[in-house]
């Protein structure tokens, strides 16, 4: 896949697509082929940390003890502290915790105490702390830079069909910056392939509310 191809695909996307009332976001969708799913070592989930954001702001909320609130107040849109953590045995108000928020932060040493507090909430939507994405962190280290990393990061994940779906920014970004992220995300997806660009069948690109367009 090189610029042109995309340019040539965001082009086709904008010109077939009908205006929205606001800022669409610009999914990649992967086909493949080839692929035993049923083979944990052949399922794709994996992030990836794009060299721009995504045209909107990520939330992020923090699951943390005395020591991680601290340094989490300032920067994440919600600090859930351990003293807290009884207000979300109500299934309603732990439902929309995990809904609400696109990631979340522990703290390394009440990591068990997360865990079953929010692990039923959190874990089938793919959203607990967890140390591939780098989400669990020492009670005394610094979150922002984390807290930034995430809002250029992204999750593709192909287990139980073989396709996947992945955000790569918004219509209202930057072309070459949307193009690069594209880009990205495609060779990453190559890389993490068993058989690489064999296992994949094609690429569209789309916008939330329209018709993909092929890509590759």
Do not use: W
Not at 144 to 162: F, G
Not at 184 to 194: A, C, D, G, K, S
């Amino acid at each position: 896949m090189d610029k042109e191809q995309v340019k040539k695909a965001l082009k086709e996307l904008r010109e077939n697509s009908k205006k929205r009332k606001f800022s669409q976001s610009v999914d990649l969708v992967f086909t493949f082929r080839d692929l035993n799913l049923k083979n944990p070592e052949e399922q794709l989930d994996f992030s990836i940390t794009l060299n721009h954001g995504l045209g909107r702001k990520v939330s992020v909320a923090a699951l943390a003890g005395p020591e991680m609130a601290e340094n989490a107040k300032d920067v994440c849109d919600i600090v859930v502290t351990q003293d807290d953590f009884d207000k979300y045995k109500d299934k309603k108000e732990a439902k929309k915790l995990a809904s609400k928020y696109d990631y979340f932060i522990g703290q390394a040493d009440i990591m068990p105490k997360i865990a079953g507090a929010f692990g039923r909430f959190l874990g089938p939507r793919g959203k607990m702390p967890n140390p591939k994405l780098g989400t669990i962190l020492p009670g005394k280290a610094p979150v922002k830079p984390l807290y930034e990393k995430l809002q250029r990061t992204v999750r593709l994940v192909a287990k139980k069909a073989p396709m996947a779906q992945v955000k790569a920014g918004s219509e209202s970004m930057k072309e070459e910056e949307l193009i690069d992220n594209i880009i990205t995300i495609y060779n990453q997806v190559i890389h993490h392939l068993p058989k690489e660009k064999s296992n994949l069948k094609d690429v569209y690109v789309k916008l939330t509310m329209s018709k993909p367009v092929k890509v590759e």
